[in-house]
Every structure is written in C-alpha cells, then in structure tokens.
C-alpha cells in the first residue's frame, strides 16, 4: 500500500472512533491490531496496539507503508457506513431499514397491531446491545457467587 492511500482512509475515509478496530494486515499475512495512529512518517506509519492473536495491548508499531497489503475495520460494516466514508448519503440498505422504527410500523400488513415499542432505559442506562448482554452476565455471575458462598456455609453445619 502507498503512503498516499493509508493517509486517505485513516484520517479521512474511516472516522477515527473507528480505529480501535482497524486491522493492518501485512504482506507476511500478519495482523496488527490498532488503537491509534500515533503520527504519520515519510516511510511509515507509528500507532499503539496489539498483534493479532495476542492480549497484548498497548505495544508501539512502527510499520512500513510497503509492508501494508490491505486495511480492513474488524466488525460488521453496513453499506451505507461504507458509502458515508466516500461522501454518499442517502443510501439505505436492508439492515439500515430493519433497525428503523418507522419501518417496523409501515411494513405492518392491514388490520393487525404493530408490535409495542421497546422502552428506552429507564435511568440513562446503556442502549446499545453488547452493553446491556455484558450487564446482564456480570448479574448472573455475581447471584452465582452469592448462591455458592451462601451453600457453602451450610454444607458444614449438618
């Protein structure tokens, strides 16, 4: 890849919140995770983040543009996020239309009730999916606590 076209997507084409999840994949089929593009030098790019593979967050890269084979952002990407990138807005795609609430509503066949809405949390709790799931486990897993130390003491009374 060229100096030219990395500079491209990572400070214009891909918004920097998504950088944590940008991927440089390497011509030796190596993946280097980032965090941030610390700067940009004549021959390489200087970011923090981790090999692919590893937990090891937090180390320096120092990688040649030449040595770059492709970029790619390590999530699902919707098409319409792709066209934002290059300027194109307007575009809505089937996934864009399903988490629409207005299409819910409008696609709801004559006669029939349309679903009730899903309540936004109560309190400014989070909102988004990944959140609420990792809240919910760490409830299981704290009542799972509490139910073994509260058995364990009674094992040995009997």
């Known amino acids: 890849m060229r100096k030219e076209d990395c500079l491209d997507l990572?400070?214009?084409r891909i918004p920097e919140d998504y950088h944590p999840q940008v991927?440089?994949?390497l011509r030796n089929g190596m993946v280097l995770s980032m965090d941030a593009v610390a700067r940009f030098?004549?021959?390489y790019v200087v970011f923090r983040g981790r090999e692919g593979g590893t937990s090891d967050?937090?180390?320096a890269f120092f990688v040649p543009y030449e040595e770059v084979t492709y970029i790619r952002i390590e999530r699902v990407v919707?098409?319409?996020e792709l066209k934002k990138m290059?300027?194109?807005?307007g575009y809505v795609d089937a996934e864009d239309r399903l988490s629409t609430p207005a299409a819910s509503t409008a696609e709801t066949p004559a006669g029939t009730k349309?679903?009730?809405a899903t309540p936004a949390p109560v309190g400014g709790g989070p909102s988004d999916p990944a959140t609420i799931a990792r809240?919910?486990?760490?409830?299981?897993?704290q009542q799972a606590r509490a139910n073994v130390a509260g058995t364990s003491g009674k094992l040995g009374g009997s």
Do not use: V
């Open 114 to 116: 349309a679903p009730p």
């Open 10 to 12: 990572l400070t214009k």
């Open 57 to 59: 967050d937090g180390r």
């Open 86 to 89: 290059y300027g194109e807005s």
């Open 41 to 43: 030098e004549e021959n």
């Open 23 to 25: 991927n440089f994949c």
């Open 78 to 80: 919707r098409m319409g």
């Open 135 to 141: 809240q919910n486990l760490l409830k299981r897993i």
